[in-house]
Nanobody, 115 residues
Framework: QVQLVESGGGLVQPGGSLRLSCAASGSIFWLNVVGWYRQAPGNERDLVAKITSGGSTNYADSVKGRFTISRDNAKNTVYLQMNSLKPEDTAVYYC?????????WGQGTQVTVSS
């Protein structure tokens, strides 16, 4: 079974940028739709961006125009470029499938937006 490891989080000031990576232990080509989720304290885990195996993308309204999801099937990696970050983007970010049965969750990567 494919395992997912997220990285790239950190502390950034409002308006800053981060690039998250999600490395899979196996091929992601067959995962079809892959997404980035986030969970802030006290909130549910929400899907913020997803990408199909063909490269079609979809974003939550809260991140549209600021976040960009991409995937490199050859490297078995999914990325999330986050620009113009806001304090409300603070959360633990996870990647997983965005269709069908989910894979086991990774440990996530913490993103903190604060001055």
């Amino acid at each position: 079974q494919v395992q997912l490891v997220e990285s790239g989080g950190g502390l950034v000031q409002p308006g800053g940028s981060l690039r998250l990576s999600c490395a899979a232990s196996g091929s992601i080509f067959w995962l079809n739709v892959v997404g980035w989720y986030r969970q802030a304290p006290g909130n549910e885990r929400d899907l913020v961006a997803k990408i199909t195996s063909g490269g079609s993308t979809n974003y939550a309204d809260s991140v549209k125009g600021r976040f960009t999801i991409s995937r490199d099937n050859a490297k078995n990696t999914v990325y999330l470029q986050m620009n113009s970050l806001k304090p409300e983007d603070t959360a633990v970010y996870y990647c997983n499938k965005a269709s069908g049965s989910l894979l086991p969750w990774g440990q996530g990567t913490q993103v903190t937006v604060s001055s």
